[in-house]
């Protein structure tokens, strides 16, 4: 009898997980090593504002995918590029029920920020091997840096939406050090523009995957610009000329800029960005 229950359920399992039940990645509640993997957020186990450590000998135990990828900008193609899809990474963590931003967390301070809506349509990966090795023989990055201890990438690319001038932009970070896990329709929620005019609708499709990357919004967004959303606002209120001009070409309004110029955003598309940060300002929610 017990004989039979045991080959039921294995047969349940096999039948609800084709290739095998999920496995759990251990998390260690410290670091080890300066290759292991910090998790934090909405992660089963892990309290508010707490940090675990995946460790990368476990990463490369999830199955894995390879691709020969020849259009990340990070690499010179063809690159052949395995690891876990970020979708996977979710049972192997627990996660499950409600959709999930998965935000990755860059020593630099940049973040890069994946939706569900994005992960279906791109099927992002955390890169385990670079050309077949493992993260102590891997070349330098651009800029000389290293590609490590973690990077992002996609089989290949190809704009999934458009907002005016934006097209949908590869999220494809390198020195990423941890993932956050977010619950998605929470941050969403955040982002919104208080009122819902359609420029600034528009101008918050763009923020949340242009912007956010660097400027930060409550605890969510990068911090390589010191600039989170509430000065955002009151630049975008108090001199919309100047913030339009940044945006475009950070370098015409201040040399030293290192932000990223948006060279193809048109006037309609520099307006809804900035109707988008204005509208966060007190004075225009009076
Ligand atoms: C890759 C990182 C990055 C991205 C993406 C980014 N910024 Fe920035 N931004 C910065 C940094 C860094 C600064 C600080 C000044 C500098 O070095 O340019 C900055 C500064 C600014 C400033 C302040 C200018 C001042 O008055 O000094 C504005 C306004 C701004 N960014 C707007 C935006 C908007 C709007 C977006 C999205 C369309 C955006 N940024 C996307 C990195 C970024």
Not at 105 to 110: K, L, R, V
Not at 119 to 135: Q, S, T, Y
Not at 180 to 188: I, M, Y
Not at 255 to 282: G, L
Request: charged share 15%.
């Amino acid at each position: 009898m017990r004989f039979a229950v045991l080959l039921l359920s294995s047969a349940l399992l096999a039948a609800a997980f084709p290739g095998g039940a999920p496995q759990r990645l251990p998390l260690a509640p410290q670091r080890g090593s300066p290759q292991d993997l910090e998790i934090a957020g909405d992660v089963p186990g892990v309290a508010q504002g707490e940090k675990r450590f995946v460790r990368y000998a476990d990463l490369v135990k999830l199955p894995q995918v390879t691709f020969t990828v020849r259009d990340d900008e990070n690499f010179p193609p063809p690159v052949q590029l395995s690891g876990v899809p970020l979708d996977a990474l979710l049972p192997a963590l627990g996660i499950g029920g409600g959709k999930q931003l998965i935000a990755a967390i860059c020593d630099d301070g940049y973040e890069g920020h994946y939706t569900g809506e994005y992960r279906a349509a791109h099927h992002p990966f955390l890169v385990l091997r670079i050309g077949g090795k493992e993260p102590a023989n891997w070349p330098k990055g651009p800029d000389g840096k290293n590609y490590g201890p973690y990077l992002i990438s996609h089989a290949s690319f190809s704009p999934a939406f458009h907002v005016l001038a934006h097209k949908d932009q590869a999220q494809i970070p390198y020195g990423v050090v941890g993932l956050r896990f977010f619950d998605e329709s929470a941050v969403l929620h955040q982002l919104l523009p208080p009122g819902a005019a359609v420029p600034a609708m528009q101008g918050y499709r763009i923020a949340q995957q242009n912007c956010l990357r660097c400027h930060r919004e409550g605890d969510i967004g990068g911090t390589k610009s010191p600039f989170g959303w509430p000065q955002m606002a009151l630049i975008a209120q108090g001199n919309p000329t100047a913030f339009g001009k940044y945006v475009v070409r950070p370098n015409s309004v201040n040399p030293e800029a290192n932000m990223p110029a948006n060279p193809e955003y048109d006037a309609a598309t520099v307006a809804a960005i900035t109707a988008y940060f204005r509208s966060f300002a007190p004075e225009e929610q009076k």
